[in-house]
T-cell receptor
C-alpha cells in the first residue's frame, strides 16, 4: 500500500538558516510525490511535485525537494528560512492502482515548521 | 488566478441534522476530490469525480453522498450528523491532460453540536 511518513512532528529553525522537512515513502510502482503547505485556517497550497526526471525539484516560494530512490525519501528544503514559512507541511503520495488513475492523495501526518526570528 | 471556491466556510449543525457542502472547481478542471481533516490530523480522502462520474471512493460513511453537476461543481451531502463528523472538509480540483497536482479550496469547517 502507498504511504508516506513524516518522522518529525515539529521542526524549529532560525530565520536565515537552511531548513529540511523530512518525508519517506513506501509505494508499489513509480512514486508520484507532492509537498503541500497549510497555514492556520487555510486550505492546502501546492508547493512542488516529483513525477519523473531530475531528482532535485524546485517549487514555489524558494522551496525545493530532493527525491532519493535508494533511501525512499523526498525531503523538503529551503536554503534560507523566513519567519513567514512557519506553517504545517504535508508530504503526499498518489494512491495505488487503480486509485493512481484517479489521482487521490495519501498524506503524511504533517510537520509543523517554526521559524524563529 | 481563479481558485477553488467552497461554501459555506463555516457551518454549525446539531446531531442528526443534515448538511450540504458546495465546491466550485477551477475553470476547466475536470476532476474534483473531497477530503476530511479532523483536528490535528492529515486530510483523508473521501470521494472523487471525473467528468461528473464518481471515479474513486475512500473512507466515506454511508450517511454521506456526493455528486458532480453538469457545470462541474460538486456537492457533499451529509445526513444524520454525528459529533465525530466535526472537521474541516476540503475540496480539491485537478486539471485533465496530465496535470497531477491538486488545488485545494479554503475548506468548510463543520461543527456538530
Amino acid at each position: 500500500a502507498q504511504s508516506v511518513a513524516q518522522p518529525e512532528d515539529q521542526v524549529n529553525v532560525a530565520e536565515g538558516n537552511p531548513l529540511t522537512v523530512k518525508c519517506t515513502y513506501s509505494v508499489s510502482g513509480n512514486p508520484y510525490l507532492f509537498w503541500y503547505v497549510q497555514y492556520p485556517n487555510r486550505g492546502l497550497q501546492f508547493l512542488l511535485k516529483y513525477i519523473t526526471g531530475d531528482n532535485l525539484v524546485k517549487g514555489s516560494y524558494g522551496f525545493e525537494a530532493e527525491f532519493n530512490k535508494s533511501q525512499t525519501s523526498f525531503h523538503l528544503k529551503k536554503p534560507s528560512a523566513l519567519v513567514s514559512d512557519s506553517a504545517l507541511y504535508f508530504c503526499a503520495v498518489r494512491g495505488p492502482y487503480p486509485s493512481s488513475n484517479t489521482g487521490k492523495l495519501i498524506f503524511g501526518q504533517g510537520t509543523t515548521l517554526q521559524v524563529k526570528p | 488566478a481563479a481558485g477553488v471556491i467552497q461554501s459555506p466556510r463555516h457551518l454549525i449543525k446539531e446531531k442528526r441534522e443534515t448538511a450540504t457542502l458546495k465546491c466550485y472547481p477551477i475553470p476547466r478542471h475536470d476532476t474534483v476530490y473531497w477530503y476530511q481533516q479532523g483536528p490535528g490530523q492529515d486530510p483523508q480522502f473521501l470521494i472523487s469525480f471525473y467528468e461528473k462520474m464518481q471515479s474513486d471512493k475512500g473512507s466515506i460513511p454511508d450517511r454521506f453522498s456526493a455528486q458532480q453537476f453538469s457545470d462541474y461543481h460538486s456537492e457533499l451531502n451529509m445526513s444524520s450528523l454525528e459529533l465525530g463528523d466535526s472537521a474541516l472538509y476540503f475540496c480539491a480540483s485537478r486539471a485533465g491532460g496530465g496535470g497531477y497536482e491538486q488545488y485545494f479550496g479554503p475548506g468548510t469547517r463543520l461543527t456538530v453540536t
